[in-house]
C-alpha cells in the first residue's frame, strides 16, 4: 500500500477508524500515538487491568463452583435435587434464601445418543450445551392445565425455600410451607424494616405473603389468594418489589397485569398506574406488557420499571408521572430482572435472551456487559433473581439452568465493572 497522506490520516481519525479498528490503524500509519491510544483502551476494557493473557469470562468476578452444596446432601434427599431456581437474596453473606419451584431428579448428564425419529444428523445432548431446561421441568404447568410430568418421578414438590450459610451449606428448610406454595416468584427482606420481616411473592397464586424474620409465622397477605384482579386487593400474576425509606412498596404486577400498584408500610393500597400495551414494540408511555422488574433510586425519588415484553426500560417518579424511557433491545433481548446499585447510583440489568448483565447509567446510557451461556459454574441461562450481599458478592438465581450461583469480585477488580449493592440495610 502506498504512503498516506495526512488529509487520509486525518479522515480515517475523524471518522473512528483508529478507536475501532486500532491495531488496523496503527500498522497503516505507523504512528506510536495510536499505538498508545490502543494500550490505553484495551486496558480500560479489562475487568482487572494489568493482566496478561486470561480473559474475563465472567466479567470482573470469580465464581464459587462448590457454592451451594448439592441439594441432594440432604438426609433422605439423596435422589433430588435443585428445581427451577426463582429467586435469591442475602441478608447477609451468611444467611442466602434461595427460591425455587420444587425439586428435578438428581441425574447425570446423559450419554449422547442419535435421534434418528426426528432426522439426520440429530443427537442430544448436544456437547457442552446444557441437557436439562429445568424451568420446563419444574412445576407447576399451566394455571388450567396439569403440572408437567408425574409427581415425584419427574419432579417433587420440597424445598422451595433454602437457606444456606457463606460456605453454600444447607442450614434452614422451611417445608411447612412448601403446600401453601403454587409458583414462588421471588424473595425479600425490605432494607428500611428493623424487623427483618420476610416478603414472598408467588404469582400463581397472586398474593404477596409477609413472615417473621425466623419464617416460622404467616403475618400478612396482600392480594386474594387464587383470584385475579387489578384493584386493592387483587393481582394477576405479581413478579417484584421494591421500597421507599418510609416502607412505602412497590409491586409490579405482573406476568399479565400491566401496573404498578403502590402500598403504604401497613400494606394499605394507595394507588396504580399503567395501561395493557400491544406487544412488543409500543412506546407510549405508561403502556406496560409483562410487568416483570422494579427498582428506585431514593435520592431522586424515580421507579425504574422492566416493560419486558416491549423491550424496554421506563422510569416514572413515585406517583407514577412518566419521566424517561430507553429500549434494551430487539429480539432476542428478553430482560428477567434488574437491580440498582445504590452507591454508585446504576442500574443492572439480566438479559436471558443474550445471557448478559448489562450495565446503564439512571438516564439509560449504556455501559457495559459481560456474560456466557452455559452450564457449567460462572455461565448462565436464565438468571431470574439476582442480589449483592454487603461484602459485594453477587448471587444468582437460573430457572432455565435450575441453581444458584455466588460470584466473588476478583482482586483488583475495575469497580466499575462490578455490580453494587442495593441500598444499605438499616439492620446490616
Same mark, same amino acid.
Not at 495526512?6 to 495510536?34: E, F, Y
Given at each position: 500500500?502506498?504512503?498516506?497522506?495526512?488529509?487520509?490520516?486525518?479522515?480515517?481519525?475523524?471518522?473512528?477508524?483508529?478507536?475501532?479498528?486500532?491495531?488496523?490503524?496503527?500498522?497503516?500509519?505507523?504512528?506510536?500515538?495510536?499505538?498508545?491510544?490502543?494500550?490505553?483502551?484495551?486496558?480500560?476494557?479489562?475487568?482487572?487491568?494489568?493482566?496478561?493473557?486470561?480473559?474475563?469470562?465472567?466479567?470482573?468476578?470469580?465464581?464459587?463452583?462448590?457454592?451451594?452444596?448439592?441439594?441432594?446432601?440432604?438426609?433422605?434427599?439423596?435422589?433430588?435435587?435443585?428445581?427451577?431456581?426463582?429467586?435469591?437474596?442475602?441478608?447477609?453473606?451468611?444467611?442466602? #434464601?434461595?427460591?425455587?419451584?420444587?425439586?428435578?431428579?438428581?441425574?447425570?448428564?446423559?450419554?449422547?445418543?442419535?435421534?434418528?425419529?426426528?432426522?439426520?444428523?440429530?443427537?442430544?445432548?448436544?456437547?457442552?450445551?446444557?441437557?436439562?431446561?429445568?424451568?420446563?421441568?419444574?412445576?407447576?404447568?399451566?394455571?388450567?392445565?396439569?403440572?408437567?410430568?408425574?409427581?415425584?418421578?419427574?419432579?417433587?414438590?420440597?424445598?422451595?425455600?433454602?437457606?444456606?450459610?457463606?460456605?453454600?451449606?444447607?442450614?434452614?428448610?422451611?417445608?411447612?410451607?412448601?403446600?401453601?406454595?403454587?409458583?414462588?416468584?421471588?424473595?425479600?427482606?425490605?432494607?428500611?424494616?428493623?424487623?427483618?420481616?420476610?416478603?414472598?411473592?408467588?404469582?400463581?397464586?397472586?398474593?404477596?405473603?409477609?413472615?417473621?424474620?425466623?419464617?416460622?409465622?404467616?403475618?400478612?397477605?396482600?392480594?386474594?389468594?387464587?383470584?385475579?384482579?387489578?384493584?386493592?386487593?387483587? #393481582?394477576?400474576?405479581?413478579?417484584?418489589?421494591?421500597?421507599?425509606?418510609?416502607?412505602?412498596?412497590?409491586?409490579?404486577?405482573?406476568?399479565?397485569?400491566?401496573?404498578?400498584?403502590?402500598?403504604?408500610?401497613?400494606?394499605?393500597?394507595?394507588?396504580?398506574?399503567?395501561?395493557?400495551?400491544?406487544?412488543?414494540?409500543?412506546?407510549?408511555?405508561?403502556?406496560?406488557?409483562?410487568?416483570?422488574?422494579?427498582?428506585?433510586?431514593?435520592?431522586?425519588?424515580?421507579?425504574?420499571?422492566?416493560?419486558?415484553?416491549?423491550?424496554?426500560?421506563?422510569?416514572?417518579?413515585?406517583?407514577?408521572?412518566?419521566?424517561?424511557?430507553?429500549?434494551?433491545?430487539?429480539?432476542?433481548?428478553?430482560?428477567?430482572?434488574?437491580?440498582?446499585?445504590?452507591?454508585?447510583?446504576?442500574?443492572?440489568?439480566?438479559?436471558?435472551?443474550?445471557?448478559?448483565?448489562?450495565?446503564?447509567?439512571?438516564?439509560?446510557? #449504556?455501559?457495559?456487559?459481560?456474560?456466557?451461556?452455559?452450564?457449567?459454574?460462572?455461565? #448462565?441461562?436464565?438468571?431470574?433473581?439476582?442480589?449483592?450481599?454487603?461484602?459485594?458478592?453477587?448471587?444468582?438465581?437460573?430457572?432455565?439452568?435450575?441453581?444458584?450461583?455466588?460470584?466473588?469480585?476478583?482482586?483488583?477488580?475495575?469497580?466499575?465493572?462490578?455490580?453494587?449493592?442495593?441500598?444499605?440495610?438499616?439492620?446490616?
Amino acid at each position: 500500500m502506498g504512503s498516506m497522506s495526512k488529509i487520509g490520516r486525518r479522515a480515517l481519525m475523524k471518522c473512528g477508524v483508529a478507536s475501532a479498528g486500532l491495531p488496523v490503524v496503527s500498522k497503516l500509519l505507523g504512528s506510536p500515538v495510536v499505538a498508545q491510544a490502543q494500550a490505553k483502551s484495551d486496558t480500560s476494557f479489562a475487568a482487572v487491568p494489568g493482566q496478561k493473557g486470561v480473559q474475563d469470562v465472567f466479567g470482573a468476578y470469580d465464581v464459587d463452583p462448590n457454592w451451594p452444596q448439592p441439594l441432594s446432601a440432604l438426609p433422605g434427599n439423596e435422589q433430588w435435587s435443585w428445581g427451577s431456581a426463582e429467586g435469591i437474596f442475602a441478608e447477609n453473606p451468611d444467611r442466602v #434464601f434461595i427460591l425455587q419451584r420444587g425439586e428435578l431428579p438428581n441425574i447425570k448428564r446423559p450419554k449422547e445418543i442419535d435421534l434418528t425419529q426426528l432426522g439426520p444428523s440429530i443427537g442430544f445432548p448436544i456437547g457442552r450445551l446444557p441437557w436439562r431446561d429445568a424451568t420446563a421441568a419444574s412445576p407447576p404447568g399451566p394455571l388450567d392445565g396439569p403440572n408437567h410430568g408425574t409427581e415425584n418421578v419427574d419432579w417433587r414438590w420440597q424445598h422451595c425455600i433454602v437457606g444456606v450459610n457463606a460456605k453454600g451449606e444447607i442450614k434452614e428448610t422451611w417445608p411447612e410451607w412448601d403446600s401453601m406454595l403454587r409458583r414462588p416468584h421471588a424473595i425479600y427482606i425490605n432494607p428500611y424494616d428493623k424487623d427483618k420481616y420476610v416478603w414472598l411473592v408467588d404469582d400463581y397464586r397472586h398474593s404477596i405473603f409477609k413472615f417473621t424474620h425466623d419464617l416460622k409465622k404467616l403475618v400478612m397477605t396482600i392480594g386474594t389468594p387464587n383470584t385475579p384482579g387489578a384493584d386493592g386487593t387483587h #393481582f394477576y400474576r405479581p413478579t417484584y418489589l421494591a421500597w421507599l425509606p418510609d416502607s412505602t412498596m412497590f409491586v409490579a404486577d405482573g406476568y399479565v397485569g400491566t401496573r404498578v400498584a403502590k402500598f403504604d408500610k401497613d400494606g394499605k393500597f394507595l394507588m396504580d398506574w399503567g395501561q395493557k400495551g400491544t406487544p412488543p414494540n409500543d412506546t407510549r408511555p405508561g403502556y406496560l406488557n409483562g410487568v416483570h422488574g422494579v427498582a428506585v433510586d431514593v435520592p431522586s425519588e424515580r421507579v425504574f420499571v422492566n416493560d419486558r415484553n416491549n423491550h424496554r426500560v421506563q422510569v416514572f417518579d413515585t406517583n407514577g408521572k412518566f419521566l424517561n424511557q430507553w429500549k434494551v433491545g430487539d429480539q432476542p433481548s428478553d430482560v428477567h430482572c434488574l437491580h440498582l446499585s445504590a452507591a454508585d447510583r446504576h442500574l443492572w440489568l439480566f438479559d436471558r435472551g443474550t445471557n448478559k448483565m448489562i450495565k446503564y447509567d439512571l438516564e439509560g446510557n #449504556f455501559l457495559y456487559s459481560w456474560g456466557t451461556f452455559g452450564d457449567f459454574p460462572g455461565g #448462565f441461562w436464565g438468571v431470574h433473581g439476582m442480589h449483592v450481599d454487603q461484602g459485594g458478592n453477587l448471587y444468582t438465581a437460573e430457572v432455565d439452568n435450575g441453581r444458584a450461583q455466588k460470584f466473588i469480585p476478583r482482586k483488583g477488580a475495575n469497580p466499575a465493572m462490578l455490580i453494587g449493592p442495593g441500598v444499605k440495610p438499616i439492620w446490616s
